[in-house]
């Protein structure tokens, strides 16, 4: 009884950790500056049903402090993504921290672009937004974890679980470029015929007005009684 | 053994060896998930641009940044990585492809930016991926009390061959996509010049032809003006 009550509070103790990290964790790693209504753009080539998830956070510039402040709310940052058709995907404005998930449907260069909404900015003249980034891509965006507790997975299942993914992603990735080689193909084909043809056109051309020219000229010199 | 308070105990033993188990799990991932891991980021380089990323490491943590430009004119970019002194770490004018790896000798932010400065016209698409520390670890390492079986360092080691595998790919990938870019510009190029040089071809045959006339008519003119 006595050890159930310690294990209840050890669940309790991690509990509290677990929330005070999610509090405390910002570092998403990676991160950049940008103006105020500059717009950030990033390219995923990623091959089909693919999910993508996204993670920023934001830091608005403290011009009197000339620091960056932990957290602004308030701010708000619109997330754009077109797929290689150039058709929009997700658009949605999220607040200074957020998270925005896709999954592709086609094949090819999706465009990932962030700006900021400078209507509260426009107080600050010159002012600039710190963005913490993290995109990750396909298996990478599998939280193994989660994924452990919610199918009840011992270590050696999780373990091949996470292989069976990332072969997976191999073999999406191969397809993609069976694709790609496909259309490279087809370039390369084109621009030959083109070639082809347009050589065979120019010397038709040539030889065409080569005899107009002659016999026009011809006329013309007949008629003014020259030849 | 009492019976009434059977199920409470239970209950809690459960709720405790399940606290006990994942939320260390996830608290050391999430502790875990800031100052390891990699990025990985295609962005586009407008001309007469530079831009610049900030990452902070602590010290000792072994941070491996490699880059490449996928398309945009001669295919190169300035390189250039600072510690937090602002000493220059590595520094590369008009390279196509490389990989630096390091070791951060103190904690603080390091810079790297990718400059297109010399370059009037061209926008270029750069890649990069800056990996910084070992991947987080699929369990944290205080579960780790007994050594790994031999099942699991099997796949340990598949895993790792795997991640070679992708990160082949991804290169060859951003080769292919450079080759095909250039493929691209040619086709739209020769279409272009085709009908160009078509057009150019029958205006100065025809144009030759009526200057040439031109010159016969007025002689006639002035001889016939002399004769009277």
Redesign the interface.
Known sequence: ?A??????L???V??A??VL??CA?G?H?????IGETEK??????IPDETMVIGNYRTQMWDKQKEVFLPSTPGLGMHVEVKDPDGKVVLSRQYGSEGRFTFTSHTPGDHQICLHSNSTRMALFAGGKLRVH???Q?GEHANN??EI??KDKLT??Q???R??LD??E??QK??D??RY??E??RL??E??NQ??LW?SI??TV??IL??I??MR??KS??EA?K?V | MMPGSAPSPRWAAAAGRWGCRLLPLLWGLLLLSGPSGASEITFELPDNAKQCFYEDITQGTKCTLEFQVITGGHYDVDCRLEDPDGQVLYKEMKKQYDSFTFTASRNGTYKFCFSNEFSTFTHKTVYFDFQVGEDPPLFPSENRVSALTQMESACVSIHEALKSVIDYQTHFRLREAQGRSRAEDLNTRVAYWSVGEALILLVVSIGQVFLLKSFFSDKRTTTTRVGS
């Open positions: 009884m050890g159930v009550g310690v294990k209840r050890q669940a309790m991690w509990f950790l677990l990290t999610v964790a570092a790693g990676l991160y950049f500056h950030r753009c990033f390219i995923e080539e980034l993290d995109i891509v193994y974890p452990a507790a270590e050696l999780l373990r091949a996470q292989l990332q072969v992603q191999i990735e191969q993609y470029q790609r080689e259309r490279f370039t390369s084109s621009t083109r070639v347009w056109a120019q051309i040539l007005t080569g107009w020219q026009h000229l013309f010199f003014k020259l």
